[in-house]
Structures are given as structure tokens and as C-alpha cells.
Nanobody, 121 residues
Framework: QVQLVESGGGLEQAGGSLRLSCAAS????????MGWFRQVPGKEREFVAA???????YSADSVKGRFTISRDSAKNTVYLQMNSLKPEDTAVYYC???????????????WGQGTQVTVSS
């Protein structure tokens, strides 16, 4: 079993920046693809970004050039640096983990509890 604990959400103005963190435990960090999803009320949870153990990254078109995913293996932590925030980025952001990239992007095995990000205009 993998435990994921997010932190770093909050309220920010449009154009500002926030960094989300997610600490993983319960399984070797190097065996996991780590990622982030987000969800707004009434909509499906959507993929935001993912990173493999070797550092290969994937991101949704809506966040490319603004959001950067990274991981620190010494701290078993994945980060999502969010720059140039827009009001439409407002959502609950979920950390996710899975052994495989393919399933990571559509149906990851492990989820965090979520952290709220609100961007004001």
C-alpha cells in the first residue's frame, strides 16, 4: 500500500505561483510513477502531469509551459510548481501514484486526499 500526503494548496491571485508537494511512503519511491490530477465540482477528475522514476515528464496541454512536475528521490516527494496561474486552474489537486505510466495517466492505483487550489481573478 502507498500513502500520499499533499500540501501547499491555498489561495492565489491570477498570474501568481504556488507549489504543491506530495510525500509518498509504503513502497520504494523509485518503483512509482508519480503524478497530479485535478477536479472541479461536477466534472471528472483530469490528468495534469506525471513523472517517471527516471525523470521523464508528461503534462496536459492546458498546463504546458506553466506547470512543472519534479521529484526528489531523497525525500520521496513529488512537486508541482504552478506559475502564471489562471482562475480556471481552481480545483482540488490530487497526488497520484502507480507502477506504470499507462495506468498512471488514466486510472492510478493510489491517491492522496487532495488539496484545494483557488485562483482569484
Amino acid at each position: 500500500q502507498v500513502q500520499l500526503v499533499e500540501s501547499g494548496g491555498g489561495l492565489e491571485q491570477a498570474g501568481g505561483s504556488l507549489r504543491l508537494s506530495c510525500a509518498a511512503s509504503g513502497r520504494p519511491f523509485s518503483s512509482l510513477v508519480m503524478g497530479w490530477f485535478r477536479q472541479v465540482p461536477g466534472k471528472e477528475r483530469e490528468f495534469v502531469a506525471a513523472i517517471t522514476w527516471s525523470g521523464v515528464t508528461y503534462s496536459a496541454d492546458s498546463v504546458k509551459g506553466r506547470f512543472t512536475i519534479s521529484r526528489d528521490s531523497a525525500k520521496n516527494t513529488v512537486y508541482l510548481q504552478m506559475n502564471s496561474l489562471k482562475p480556471e486552474d481552481t480545483a482540488v489537486y490530487y497526488c497520484a501514484a502507480d507502477p506504470a505510466v499507462v495506468t498512471m495517466r488514466v486510472r492510478p492505483a493510489y491517491w492522496g486526499q487532495g488539496t484545494q487550489v483557488t485562483v482569484s481573478s
